[in-house]
């Protein structure tokens, strides 16, 4: 049985255009409407994809007026319709004003049949691939969220996650350690927002980013006259997180010297600010995090090993991106989402070059380079899909490292290659099955070769 055709509206008075055009589209079932009322309704019947219109409707044939309050109507009921007007005796003037209303394209009578075709065709294919977007912008949201916050669909974060999720609720110190721009503050904060703590203060420091002789006083605060400029009495990090949970990011740039201190903290979880001898009872849960080698640091004798042990009861190693296959598609969907209303409200989506860029992409600086290749792409972006050119995104080099062994080989590339499809079409096994070019039945039983979770 044969899929129906898509619908197509051509919206046009002269009888002889009307029959010329009803049978030019063999893709599509067309329905043709002469005037505005009845391009309305049947605008409201068939929510069309696309539309042809002629601006010279009657009353007002041979003029314009007519044709664009039918596009008004059209943009306001129905806004991401694909609207070609049809333009007559060398009037491009009116042709690019309604393009400013919102039409897709036009073209110029005598009518060209395969010209406008091609137009057809191609605004069909824009609309598709925009609804496809949408549709996957909006299944980013809750069913690939773990720990209320961070996006994933590869189960290397997800079993980071469900790590972070059975530790929460516990009181142990918890060490994070990723490289840069691996998300280690969101899921900092995704492990306090799930712990008994999540109404108390949710305190972050970033220790390599404050000057060594003010990181104490950052820590642990001080009293008024401490030092000069202490001009009154001012808590200290530790201290603001009572009750909660204080992250400490690059834990591994804390001086030594500053490292005895707060080893006394952890330990009898008391503080006492700079000039004070009063100490403070504090309830105050640590999650740190740091790119560095500390085990390293501790041989080299830059870190203390009592310290290290303290910090790492349990330690959470984050995959870099490049690590996640698919989860790029998916934050990059996410972050365009975020971004375009406020930046380039036109920006509805990724066009196919650009996903299979993402797809290919090594992601050195990880989710906060993809973040940053996003909000640049959605601001350069002429049209309504991002392209591959605006990523701006060399063309990848080869992997040295690739296996030697071709079964291997092949191997690899199979699960690589799967996962991306099932991120990029949401886990749904036919569009699965289509994206790779199998059969449902040949996915399933290369998901149970490879040991591959849906």
């Known amino acids: 049985m044969s899929e129906p055709k898509p619908p197509l509206l051509v919206v046009e008075d002269d009888p002889g255009l009307q029959a010329q055009l009803k049978w030019a589209y063999p893709d599509f079932e067309v329905h043709v409407a002469g005037d505005r009322a009845s391009a309305i309704t049947l605008l409201r019947a068939l929510a069309p994809a696309v539309v042809t219109l002629d601006l010279g409707l009657p009353p007002d044939p041979d003029g314009t007026s007519e044709g664009m309050a039918v596009l008004d109507e059209i943009m306001a009921l129905k806004p991401d319709t694909k609207v070609i007007v ?9 042709a690019l004003q309604a393009i400013a209303r919102g039409a897709y394209d036009f073209y110029q009578k005598p009518v060209d049949i395969d010209t406008i075709g091609l137009i057809v065709r191609r605004a069909y294919q824009l609309h598709q691939i925009e609804a496809e977007n949408r549709q996957l912008a909006g299944k980013v949201g809750e069913e690939n969220r773990v720990l209320g916050r961070m996006i994933t669909a590869a189960p290397e974060m997800v079993k980071v996650a469900r790590t972070i999720e059975r530790v929460a609720n516990t009181s142990v110190s ?24 999540s109404a108390g203060m949710f305190v972050a420091i970033n220790c390599a980013a404050i000057p060594e002789n003010l990181l104490e006083s950052e820590l642990f605060g001080h009293e008024k006259g401490a030092f000069t400029g202490a001009v009154k ?9 009572d009750g909660g949970t204080l992250f400490l990011d690059e834990v591994g740039d804390i001086p030594l010297q500053l490292q005895v201190k707060l080893l006394r903290f952890l330990q009898e979880r008391v503080i006492e600010r700079i000039g004070s001898r009063r100490s403070i009872q504090v309830d105050t849960r640590v999650v740190c995090a740091t790119h560095q080698n500390l085990e390293q640091m501790i041989v080299d004798g830059r870190f203390r090993e009592d310290l290290y042990y303290r910090l790492a009861e349990i330690v959470v190693r984050i995959p870099n991106l490049a690590e996640r296959p698919g989860d790029a598609t998916l934050l990059a969907k996410a972050f365009l989402q975020r971004f375009a209303p406020e930046m380039n409200p036109q920006v509805k989506g990724f066009a196919p070059d650009a996903l299979a860029a993402i797809d290919a992409w090594s992601w050195p600086g990880n989710v906060r380079e993809l973040e940053n290749r996003v909000k640049r792409a959605v601001i350069m972006a002429d049209g309504k899909l991002v392209g591959a050119a605006d990523l701006d995104l ?32 949401e886990g749904n ?14 996915l399933y039983d290369l998901l149970k070769q490879y040991d591959l979770q849906v």
């Open 233 to 241: 009495t001012t808590e200290g990090k530790i201290e603001q997180a």
């Open 174 to 197: 918890v060490m994070l350690l990723g490289a840069s721009g691996t998300g280690k503050e969101l899921l900092a904060r995704g492990l306090h927002d799930a712990s008994s703590r």
């Open 86 to 94: 049809a333009s007559g005796h060398g009037a491009r003037e009116s």
């Open 394 to 425: 060399a063309e990848p080099e080869e992997d040295g490292a690739q296996p030697l062994n071709l079964k291997a080989a092949r191997e690899q590339a199979d699960r690589r290659t799967i996962r991306h499809a099932l991120a990029r079409s």
């Open 429 to 442: 096994i036919s569009n699965t099955a289509k994206l790779l070019g199998i059969s449902r039945p040949t």
